[in-house]
């Protein structure tokens, strides 16, 4: 029996990364009175991306950097595709932010001999602006911000899956959120005033993939559910350097960090030669796209060690320096069997990072009143492909936004309203249907979604290809469908919440393989083999907007890119800058 227990909380927070606790701690600053309860599908600073962070944060806090000339990177990696008020929101608001997580929240930050913050090199900048603590910023964000959260009254909802977003009744705003309790395996929804979606992103359903294993874009399947509008879905970001560390673990597709070629490590092909330099004379330092493709192709004409990817070597630059450097990599490394301070490393590209997501204000908020989001659950902040660094300055930027932003919003606008019956009834059963089925193992189904979204919607795409990624998401979906699992104690069920990761997992494929198939371009981390050209600067230059129509299928549109401050071609550097 299907049993549903009932909470309220002002403020409800999805997610515990660097959006949620800085969306949680902002809202709880600024409306001290207001309840504000965190739900994470693990444990509170101990799961999500955040937390596993390893390069740094990029701002422009040097006498000869800018904030100027950080925008201008963030869009010339973003292909000019991005939506130019939050690029300049998350350059500007960066500067601030940096400084109030180590003097408000007690953060530190590597220092230089005279005090200053020190600042690495990272690909695709024109300046060296990567704030970092060694070479595991993550885990110093996260420890202090989830310390603040316990010591501020925060209330959390820990191992709480979100299933559904939740309308009021007459459709107007949102109600609330269906959860389930993963310790008991009971519904639970929670009504709130204010929503903040910040489940992070995920692409795990490529074969080689970085984030943590409870990652599943459950926040843009919830939000298309929803009836909410995404944009970019395509423009899925390969890392460059995933550890290749063998079948059958899941260590294999762990990033170790851009910081590495940013220090002046090389890739090398299977016969010990660098290549990146036919491809961009930046050679490693080249942006994430174009060294993932360059990467990609070396491997498809065979030139790849025994392990079927490449090497990153770091051994000529010394390796008491790589040791001193890169502590962190060098010790992770070394758990894999791996030399990183004097030998080489097999390593392949691993999807790492969704440019898309939900269409959101610089404010933080959705179409959907009370819904507010912030991080990789949104889109438009990197276009079309992300700087290295630029990840976590969106995350903590754009989460503490919304936290102020709702802080505001309750006391004026916010009410406890009851919940669409039809949409709870549906967000359950959708739940329930596995245990109607018989039951059978979900690995070939997860195992076939891999290969396919590798192969066809990838770091390289074609039409014949996307056309083959289509029509075999909808055999997966199929399959998924007359799949059940054993309905015995709900408890910890982990097949249960495999069913549902799949089903999130389905659900956002299909958004990237219809944006994919409709830009008939290549930009940034979109690659047409097709269409291998991007026609310029100022073609092509428009949204892709995907949306459930109403057979509840994946529908898109066009959205044209507004210019709020500068035209491709054009720049907001003075001459002796650029």
Not at 105 to 132: E, L, M, S, Y
Not at 475 to 490: P, Q, Y
Not at 545 to 558: E, F, K, P, S
Request: overall charge neutral; hydrophobic content about 40%; proline content about 4%.
């Amino acid at each position: 029996m299907t049993r549903l227990r009932h909470q309220t909380t002002d403020i409800l927070v999805l997610g515990s990364g660097g959006a949620g606790l800085l969306g949680a701690l902002h809202a709880k600053a600024g409306a001290p009175d207001l309840r504000v309860t965190v739900a994470v599908k693990g444990l509170l600073g101990k799961s999500g991306c955040t937390r596993m962070v390893q390069g740094g944060y990029n701002v422009a806090l040097a006498a000869a950097d800018s904030a100027e000339r950080h925008f201008m990177d963030t869009l010339d990696g973003g292909k000019w595709l991005n939506d130019q008020d939050l690029a300049w929101t998350l350059v500007t608001v960066a500067q601030q932010r940096i400084r109030e997580l180590e003097n408000r929240w007690g953060c530190f930050f590597d220092r230089n001999p005279d005090g200053t913050i020190h600042q690495k090199a990272f690909a695709g900048q024109t300046f060296d602006r990567t704030v970092h603590k060694g070479d595991l910023t993550g885990i110093e964000i996260i420890n202090r911000l989830a310390e603040q959260s316990w010591a501020r009254g925060i209330e959390r909802l820990e191992e709480h899956r979100a299933l559904a977003l939740i309308p009021a009744k007459d459709g107007s705003r949102i109600s609330g959120v269906l959860l389930i309790d993963i310790r008991s395996g009971d519904y639970v929804l929670v009504r709130a005033k204010a929503v903040l979606l910040g489940t992070g992103g995920g692409p795990t359903m490529y074969t080689y993939h970085t984030p943590s294993g409870d990652k599943s874009c459950d926040g843009m399947a919830m939000a298309l559910r929803a009836g909410l509008r995404l944009r970019d879905m395509e423009m899925v970001q390969f890392h460059p350097t995933g550890v290749l560390a063998g079948p059958g673990t899941r260590m294999t597709g762990t990033i170790i960090e851009e910081g590495l070629r940013g220090s002046g490590g090389f890739l090398l092909g299977g016969d010990g030669e660098r290549f990146m330099h036919k491809y961009d004379p930046r050679g490693e330092r080249a942006t994430r796209d174009i060294v993932s493709r360059a990467m990609y192709r070396e491997m498809l004409s065979k030139n790849t060690n025994e392990h079927g990817g490449l090497y990153i070597a770091m051994a000529h630059l010394g390796p008491d320096r790589v040791r001193r450097e890169f502590k962190g990599m060098v010790e992770r490394c070394a758990d894999m069997g791996f030399d990183l301070a004097g030998g080489r490393v097999p390593v392949v590209p691993t999807a790492h990072y969704m440019m898309g997501g939900v269409v959101f204000r610089p404010d933080g908020s959705t179409d959907l009143p009370g819904l507010f989001a912030a991080g990789e659950d949104t889109g438009g902040v990197h276009g079309a492909n992300r700087l290295g660094g630029n990840g976590v300055a969106n995350s903590t930027v754009f989460g503490g936004i919304a936290g102020d932003s709702m802080a505001g919003w309750v006391p004026r606008h916010g009410a406890f309203e009851d919940p669409c019956p039809a949409a709870l009834d549906a967000a359950i059963a959708l739940a329930e249907a596995p245990f109607a089925k018989p039951a059978r193992s979900l690995t070939p189904i997860r195992d076939a979604l891999h290969r396919l979204m590798w192969d066809k919607a990838g770091i390289l795409r074609d039409e014949a290809g996307l056309t083959e990624a289509a029509s075999g998401l909808d055999a997966l979906e199929a399959e998924l469908d007359a799949t059940g699992i054993a309905d015995g104690a709900r408890g910890f069920d982990l097949a249960w919440q495999e069913w549902l990761n799949l089903r999130s997992l389905l659900l956002v494929s299909r958004a990237i393989v219809t944006a994919a198939a409709a830009r008939r371009e290549s930009r940034g981390a979109h690659f047409r083999e097709d269409f291998p050209q991007t026609e310029s600067d100022s073609a092509g230059l428009s949204a892709t907007i995907t949306r459930l129509g109403a057979d509840r299928r994946i529908v898109l549109d066009w959205q044209p890119v507004a210019f709020s401050r500068i035209r491709p071609g054009e720049s907001l550097l003075p001459a002796a800058a650029e």
